[in-house]
């Protein structure tokens, strides 16, 4: 099985990189340090701890270990891996000079030894679903640590690995601690050869997120912007294959109620950015793009078009209520947990297999709605709008569960502290 592992990786990494170097034709940020995809790049300082996020969310949710780390261990060497131009700049973003961030290597055996013999950690830290039998592989041969922390396998992905065989159970035996987030996630850690004794329940990490300074400030700014006196409703990190369109229809019946609505919509993917302004065009929709128009002419259009990065946080901030992209269609949904800490009340589809255990919580305790088309969703936006009390409501339910739920990673940085003082005695 170790064999047809390593033939699919070595026939799909040139696919990978040729899809990578076309879509840098587009966005040029595709083409930054490619070549640490191959393991290449500068040597970076050793025996340092080394943090894998895969892209925007993932990074998002190592923030605070980043934090804590640097402030108890203000000399250790930092590296945060991502797989997306998306997520290493978010990374740059967040931890300036406190981390060092490059692209992960594809999983082959030379790409992975190359990456290693530039960083050389002394302990490394997968972040949620990252399963990579080299890299993995590669932490046993050296002695390195593993720690997969916020980890979460659904069930239909133990499906997929047991397919695979022995590969995974090989792979997950190089983990020297699994720190699951719910109990379904450590039983399903089990079943796939994880090591009972060293598997726990620590909680999700991105409960432990904190709001960035000024998040509420920046918000009223941009309310007072854009929408002083009508109605706003954010729809973060959006897609097509219908999603987009279904908010287009919804955003039109909404306007039928509350004539001056504005719907800001942020899609997830940069790239996409043009894409969807031509679509917008098309459909007749007036709109400006944030990058380009003055908020004097998106007071009078129907959707303001957030093309920029960074600033989705603050718009939910200056939000009435916020409605959750890639959840409409069969994504998997994506960060509630930012809306729910300002107290925005939810709205979401029901695809939310990316962060099930967070989205029922949500729902559960009130603070999230799920909707399922256009129609459903322009009747909730319209209610939830005409009613300040039920909105207030809903978002003190959402602050209150988020508040409620933290203490990750304090448990996270009680299973790695003591690997930590192991490497250095």
């Not at 940020?29 to 925007?56: K, Q, T």
């Not at 594809?106 to 302990?123: E, H, N, S, T």
């Not at 890299?135 to 041969?141: A, N, S, V, W």
């Amino acid at each position: 099985m170790r064999f047809v592992y390593l033939l699919a990786v070595y026939l799909a990494a040139p696919i990978i990189s040729a899809v990578f170097l076309w879509r840098g034709l587009s966005d040029r940020s595709y083409w930054h340090n490619f070549a640490e995809r191959f393991g290449f790049g500068v040597r970076l300082a050793p025996h340092g701890v080394w943090i894998h996020a895969v892209s925007v969310g993932e990074v998002q949710a190592c923030a605070p270990l980043v934090s804590a780390l640097q402030q108890r261990h203000p000399s250790l060497p930092l590296t945060v891996t991502t797989l997306t131009p998306t997520g290493a700049a978010r990374a740059r973003a967040l931890f300036g000079n406190a981390a060092q961030v490059r692209y992960v290597p594809y999983d082959l055996p030379g790409a992975v030894r190359r990456f290693f013999a530039r960083v050389q950690p002394r302990l490394a830290v997968m972040v949620e679903t990252e399963l990579w039998p080299n890299l993995y592989r590669e932490c046993g041969r050296r002695r390195v640590p593993l720690v997969l922390a916020s980890a979460r396998l659904s069930a239909r992905s133990v499906g997929r690995y047991r397919r695979l065989g022995a590969l995974f159970r090989d792979t997950l035996s190089q983990a020297t601690v699994v720190a699951a987030q719910g109990t379904g996630d450590a039983e399903r850690f089990r079943e796939l050869g994880a090591d009972p004794a060293r598997t726990h329940v620590t909680g999700n990490l991105k409960f432990d997120f904190e709001l960035p300074p000024q998040t509420v400030e920046r918000g009223a700014r941009l309310r007072e912007q854009y929408a002083p006196e009508r109605a706003l409703w954010v729809a973060g990190s959006t897609h097509g294959g219908g999603e987009e369109q279904a908010l287009l229809e919804a955003q039109r019946r909404v306007r039928a109620v509350h004539r001056a609505a504005l719907l800001v919509m942020a899609p997830r993917h940069p790239q996409r950015f043009p894409e969807v302004a031509q679509a917008l065009t098309q459909a007749g929709v007036s709109f400006v793009r944030r990058s380009q128009g003055a908020a004097s002419a998106a007071q009078q259009c129907e959707v303001l078009l957030l093309d920029s990065l960074g600033e989705l946080l603050d718009f939910y901030a200056a939000a009435d209520l916020a409605f959750v992209g890639g959840s409409l269609v069969p994504v998997g949904g994506h960060n509630l947990l930012e809306p729910a800490a300002l107290g925005v009340p939810i709205l979401t589809g029901p695809n939310n297999s990316n962060s099930e255990e967070i989205a029922r919580l949500l729902i559960a305790r009130g603070a999230a709605e799920v909707i399922h088309d256009a129609p459903e969703l322009a009747e909730r936006v319209s209610a939830l709008l005409a009613d300040a009390e039920t909105r207030a409501r809903i978002g003190a339910q959402g602050r209150a569960t988020v508040d409620s739920n933290r203490g990750a990673l304090g448990k996270l940085l009680g299973l790695i502290e003591p690997l930590l003082n192991e490497r250095q005695t």
